[in-house]
Structures are given as structure tokens and as C-alpha cells.
């Protein structure tokens, strides 16, 4: 039973560019959340993906945009790049109803903001 | 705005011994769930216990168990018999209503053969 799978694992980018990271969820999930991990930090609500919508969102700026797809599967986009912006984003699926608290994360992607 | 606070940066446990994780948080919901996440090298956020508010009785999984003092906003990790293999970064987290989870900043435990 496959889990939640990143994609990139790891990726280098300049300030001002954009980047885009994907997630499959683990099978038989419908929920899709991101989380941004800073160096040394807990991970912070990005935001929430559920049939296709944005359900809810965490403190960040316009700059973070997501997508979820009739597979469940989920983009997260970031545009205009900060170097603050550098951090391990992390993907977690769930099951909309009695298993929305139980979340499987995925190995994250590791974004450098030069 | 729910908080959760785990004030020890680093611990350190002999191999075989006991560990207790301290974690207190903040919040005004009646109805929530707390748990511990362990973080390896490896980057993936593991489940390690889940305590639903509602219930009085600790959790426990195998050499895991909690202390959850819900009057005391209080939920402490004990991990017994420690291995090496224990050794990561452990993190508490809170969620509510929403189903979003709130962390703390984590503790880096290294265990000592």
C-alpha cells in the first residue's frame, strides 16, 4: 500500500522565480494538506485541499496557491520566491469524515531559495 | 488561537532506559485530540500515539504512553525501554474542529548505547 508521495525530493531555486511541488495522496484518502517546515521548526498549516477546493487556510500570503485534482492528487504553488521561503514542505492525506485527524505524511520536498 | 509549547530542546536517554517528553498547549475547544509525531533523518513525520480529549484513559502503544493532564493542558510522552532507533526529533501537535494541526517547535531526543 503505497503512502503519500512527494515530488521533487529536493529542488534549488533564485528569488523571484516560482516553483511548484506535487503530492499523491496514500490510496483511498481525499484530503490533501501541506505544511511548511522551517529549519529547526514545527511544521505550519498551509492549507487544506478537500473535493477540489480550498477548504481552509493557514497564515500565508496569496504567494502560496494549491490545486487538488479529481484524483486527489495536489499541486502547491509558490510564486515571487523569498529566501524565506526555504524549508521542507510536507504533504499529508486523510479520510474526509472519521479519519480527517489521522494524516499520513509524505517524505516532504526540500526547497533552497537563493 | 490554539499554541503548543514543548520547552526542552534536546533530551537524552540511555539505551534501555525510560523518557518522559514534556508538551503543554493552549486552547478553548471542549473537543480535540493530541499526539506525538516522531521525525527521523528520513525527513517523514511518523505517527507515534493519538489521545482524543474525550477520553480519560492514557494512550498507550507498546513502549509508548501518554500522561495527558486535560485540566492542566498537559501531554507528556514516556517512551520505555528506549532504543536506538528512537533517536529523532518528536513533535506535539494539537488539532481541533478544523482538522488542522498546530505544532510545537519539537525536541531532538538522542539515545546512547
Known amino acids: 500500500d503505497a503512502g503519500v508521495t512527494q515530488s521533487p525530493t529536493h529542488l534549488i531555486k533564485t528569488r523571484g522565480q516560482q516553483v511548484t511541488l506535487r503530492c499523491s495522496p496514500k490510496?483511498?484518502?481525499?484530503?490533501v494538506s501541506w505544511y511548511q517546515q522551517a529549519l529547526g521548526q514545527g511544521p505550519q498549516f498551509i492549507f487544506q485541499?478537500?473535493?477540489?477546493?480550498?477548504?481552509q487556510r493557514g497564515n500565508f500570503p496569496d504567494r502560496f496557491s494549491g490545486h487538488q485534482f479529481p484524483n486527489y492528487s495536489s499541486e502547491l504553488n509558490v510564486n515571487a520566491l523569498l529566501l524565506g521561503d526555504s524549508a521542507l514542505y510536507l504533504c499529508?492525506?486523510?479520510?474526509?469524515?472519521?479519519?480527517?485527524?489521522?494524516?499520513?505524511f509524505g517524505a516532504g520536498s526540500r526547497l533552497t531559495v537563493l | 488561537a490554539q499554541t503548543v509549547t514543548q520547552s526542552q530542546p534536546e533530551m537524552s536517554v540511555q539505551e534501555a532506559e525510560t523518557v518522559t517528553l514534556s508538551c503543554t498547549y493552549d486552547?478553548?475547544?471542549?473537543?480535540?485530540?493530541l499526539f506525538w509525531y516522531k521525525q527521523p533523518p528520513s525527513r517523514q513525520m511518523i505517527l507515534v500515539i493519538r489521545?482524543?480529549?474525550?477520553?480519560?484513559q492514557n494512550a498507550t502503544e507498546n513502549r509508548f504512553s501518554v500522561n495527558f493532564q486535560k485540566a492542566a493542558k498537559s501531554f507528556s510522552l514516556k517512551i520505555s525501554d528506549s532504543q536506538l532507533g528512537d533517536a529523532a526529533m518528536y513533535f506535539c501537535?494539537?488539532?481541533?474542529?478544523?482538522?488542522?494541526?498546530?505544532f510545537g517547535k519539537g525536541i531532538t531526543l538522542s539515545v546512547r548505547p
Open positions: 490510496s483511498g484518502h481525499d484530503t
Open positions: 489521545q482524543e480529549a474525550y477520553k480519560q
Open positions: 485541499y478537500y473535493e477540489e477546493e480550498e477548504r
Open positions: 486552547t478553548s475547544e471542549s473537543d480535540y485530540y
Open positions: 499529508a492525506s486523510s479520510l474526509e469524515g472519521a479519519g480527517l485527524h489521522v494524516l499520513t
Open positions: 501537535a494539537y488539532t481541533g474542529a478544523n482538522s488542522k494541526l498546530t
